[in-house]
Structure formats: C-alpha cells, structure tokens
C-alpha cells in the first residue's frame, strides 16, 4: 500500500511541477490545478515554438508539429526532414530533470505525409524513505512516448491528422524491495488535428493566414495499482490562429494566438459548506471510476468543490499564449511570446525569447523563459534544437541553393 500511495504522490508532484502554487492560501479559492498522469505530454520541447509564448496550433508548419498539430505536416515544404530537442526542466529547483524529444516526418505523396515522435522525460534521482530512520534508496522514475502520426490534404488549404500513442511511466525507475515490484503505468492514446491556410496577397508581397485544432492524448487512464491510484491522460484541446504579414521581398512577421483548455475533470475538493463528508467520498469515489470519455465532457461543467456553476471559474482553466515571430529571407528568425495561466490553475506566468538560424540542410534554434510570476520554478529555462530537411539536401547536390533557400 505504501508503494501504491508512493505512485499516486509522484504522479501529482510531475503534474504540480507542471502547474506550480506561488503560496499557501486556501486550495479552494485559489489553488485548485487539473492533475494528471504523464505530465510531460503538456511540456512543448522544440526551440521555435517555445520561443513563441508556446504558441503552435496554426504556425507554419516544421519539423516539429507532430506535438503541436500533427496535420500541418500535410502542407509542410520538403521530402522529410528530423529534428532533436533538449530541455533542461526545472532547473531553478533540480539539476537531473530533462526532456529529450526526437521527431521525423516524411511525404509519401503530395497531399499525404507520415510522422513520428519519440519523447523522454528524465525526473532524476528521487530518495525513497519508508521512515525517518529509514537510510533510503534513491529511484530514477521516467517517462517516455512513442507516436506516429498520419496527415492528408482534403481541400484546398485544408488538412486533418490523426495520431497514435504509447506512453510507459515508471515511477519506481525499476526498483523493487522483498521481491515486490510495482508495475508501471502505460497508456494509449490518440490526437485529432485540423489546419486551415489560405494566401492574402499584398502588392509588396504575398501574406497568410491560419486556423488550427488539435485536440490529444484521448486515451486510457494510467494505472499503477488499484483504480484508485489511476490517472487521467492530460487530454488537451489547443485552437490556434496565425497571420503573416510581409514587409518587404526579405522580411515578414507573423502573429500567433493559441488557447488551451484542459479536457479532465479537477479532482473533487471537500466542501463543508454544501456536502458532508460521506458526500464528498461518494464524489471521489466516482471521480476515480470515472471513464475518460465522461471525463471530457464533465471537463466543462464540473466544479470541484460542488459549487454551483462558474463560468468565470471555467474560463480560468484557459491558457492564452501569444507569439511573435521576425523573418529575414526565411533563414533568420527573432522571436518573443507570452503565455499566460490563471492563478488557482497554476500561476504560470512566462515571456519567451528566442532566435534561429536556417540555411539549406540545417536549423537551429533557441528559447528562453522568463518567468513574471513569483517563485516560478519555469524561470530562466532553456531550450535547444536542432534539425534538418532532406530538401536542402537535394537542393545541395544538384548545385540548386539560393540564399533563404531551407
């Protein structure tokens, strides 16, 4: 049993890492994030996008939308192309936390693509104490996904994605103690994905505009034990929106809103005020039984202290994200964003920094948060990628490269 609690504290320590509290206040008023399993699902790993505010439901596609919208592959420029990203997480608290994510994409015809992500979530080492005269043993939990993805073009401008997943998360790092060894949990899980482009044509230059949805990890409860220590996916539906306006024949810059809505139900709060006790346990007890489908749908009314109703309180569980992105002959890029969370959802509150450089075969890029709210564990992190585009390699070898050509 010991174990089994161990599992579920784990599981809501990634989620609070992800959607950290800045104080001690009341958790029903003001602290009352959605909690789930595979956390790391949520955290964007490539450099472009997260310089961007974390914007990336209509930018234009790359490398790396496998996680950001997997049917912008579809309109993608290239044969194929990869890409590896590395984050640093969390580094104002641990030094051992990373995300590490490998993605590829490649077009089997002009209106069909295929992709496939690989993603690997370093929690670093944990001591493990069963009392506090118990010396400990240290674990090192992990994460990981494997998914590939499908996109078609269906009409002009306009294409849909799916995604499958397999997601492994052991939170014991394989350690076992008398023989005992708790399993890991695993899920699958599946993305649907839309994108909308259409050209607007200036007398200095030819702009576009974007509309995208993706709605993942619509998938299995993760379980380590008994039903009571399950989690849910973190099922997320992201609309984003894009416009590029070109300046010039050289420069252009583009503006990208995203919003995010968690799709899990909070996790029920005691409420003295309008249940009792044995109220409240009924309402646990169905939160943990609850099936993932039902759970999206109560995702939009349920309120987790048994109150009425709050439509302010459910537009609070709404990430905004807005980025800004400068290009120069589609080779160099400057970029800045902003995201933004409410406070009793988990007060990230963060502007965005980065730069790229892309030349033919090779691109890389950088970000940079800086955190606006206090105590904000997601302050000063970096990101890194780099990648590639089988497209620049042809262009090589046939001695056809142009400056700004990818």
Not at 116 to 129: C, D, E, W
Not at 207 to 217: H, L, P, Y
Not at 232 to 246: A, E, I, W
Request: aromatic content about 14%; proline content about 4%.
């Amino acid at each position: 049993m010991k174990y089994k609690l161990l599992s579920v504290l784990l599981v809501v320590c990634v989620s609070f890492a992800h959607a950290q509290n800045n104080d001690s206040e009341s958790q029903v008023d003001v602290f009352s994030p959605i909690t789930t399993g595979a956390a790391f699902l949520t955290v964007g790993a490539d450099a472009r996008q997260g310089g961007m505010g974390d914007t990336g439901g209509a930018t234009a596609p790359d490398e790396n939308s496998q996680f950001w919208n997997p049917s912008k592959y579809a309109f993608i420029n290239g044969v194929g192309g990869a890409s590896i990203s590395y984050v640093p997480w969390l580094r104002k608290i641990v030094s051992d936390i990373d995300l590490v994510s490998l993605t590829g994409f490649y077009k089997i015809k002009d209106v069909q693509t295929i992709a496939a992500s690989f993603r690997f979530f370093s929690i670093g080492n944990v001591l493990i104490k069963k009392d506090q005269d118990d010396p400990g043993y240290n674990v090192k939990p992990y994460d990981l996904a494997v998914d590939v993805s499908y996109s078609r073009i269906l009409t002009k401008g306009f294409s849909m994605g799916v995604a499958m997943r397999f997601v492994w998360s052991d939170l014991t790092g394989g350690h076992s103690v008398d023989g005992n060894y708790l399993q890991p949990g695993w899920s699958i899980a599946a993305d649907i994905s839309g994108y909308y482009y259409k050209d607007v044509d200036f007398a200095w230059g030819k702009g576009k505009g974007a509309f995208g949805f993706n709605i993942s990890n619509i998938g299995k409860k993760i379980e380590y034990g008994d039903y009571r220590s399950a989690a849910f996916m973190p099922t997320q539906l992201k609309l984003g929106g894009s416009f590029r306006m070109p300046f010039d024949q050289y420069n252009g810059m583009s503006l990208n809103v995203d919003i995010n809505k968690m799709l899990v139900p909070a996790r029920p709060i005691y409420n003295p005020d309008v249940e009792t006790e044995e109220e409240y346990n009924k309402r646990l007890d169905d939160y943990y039984k609850m099936d993932p489908i039902t759970g999206i749908g109560r995702s939009f009314a349920d309120m987790p202290d048994n109150s009425k109703f709050d439509f302010g309180y459910k537009l609070k569980q709404l990430t905004f994200s807005l980025g800004l992105e400068y290009d120069y002959r589609n080779m160099v890029f400057v970029r800045m964003g902003y995201f933004n969370e409410s406070q009793i959802s988990g007060n990230r509150k963060y502007l965005t920094f980065g730069a790229g450089f892309h030349y033919n075969v090779f691109e890389i890029d950088i970000a940079y948060d800086l955190a606006v709210a206090k105590q904000n564990p997601l302050d000063q992190t970096l990101k890194f990628t780099i990648g590639f585009n089988m497209a620049g390699l042809k262009k090589i070898a046939s001695n056809d490269v142009n400056d700004g050509d990818l």
